[in-house]
């Protein structure tokens, strides 16, 4: 009997995707952010500002944790998971930070399987639903940040 795509995606729950060390956070990169996102608030832009606002230098606005994409290049969940690329939807994102994530920290990123499900679509037809999960360490192995993201696949890849 052959394996489903939701059994063999089940199985793989808990399993690391990819482990991202020494993540630099830098101070330019947090400006360049920050402007594409259109942020105007200074402590992203001034280290003055964000000390007199009680971060140790300056911090990393909430989604900035995105960047991470760019350095993952060998190990993309959806290749790892068989997903058809063509009908995954983003199903949402939650990001819950424990610690302030500031330049000059170093990063360890880990991202794993936790969740597999199916839904039936409001035309039939059944959805898989994909959760991920991220944590985030500092150089002090702390965890900082926990950032989850759901994908859907809309049709199940031959």
């Not at 793989?12 to 594409?36: D, H, L, T, V």
């Not at 911090?59 to 068989?82: A, D, E």
């Not at 994102?93 to 199916?118: F, M, N, S």
Request: with cysteine; hydrophobic share 35%.
């Amino acid at each position: 009997m052959e394996e489903t795509a939701m059994e063999r995606i089940k199985n793989m729950i808990g399993q690391e995707f990819y482990r991202i060390e020494e993540y630099p956070i830098e101070k330019g990169k947090i400006r360049e952010f920050s402007m594409a996102i259109m942020e105007d608030n200074p402590i992203f832009y001034d280290e003055q500002a964000a000390k007199d606002a009680g971060f140790r230098s300056i911090p990393v606005s909430l989604t900035y944790s995105q960047t991470l994409s760019f350095w993952n290049r060998n190990k993309p969940p959806l290749k790892i998971l068989g997903l058809d690329r063509r009908y995954v939807l983003h199903g949402g994102q939650e990001y819950e930070y424990y610690k302030p994530i500031v330049a000059g920290d170093r990063l360890t990123a880990v991202c794993k399987l936790e969740d597999v499900y199916e839904k039936v679509g409001s035309r039939g037809g059944k959805m898989l639903f994909v959760a991920l999960k991220t944590e985030f360490f500092d150089q002090q192995s702390c965890l900082v940040l926990s950032y989850k993201q759901i994908l859907i696949q809309t049709k199940m890849a031959p």
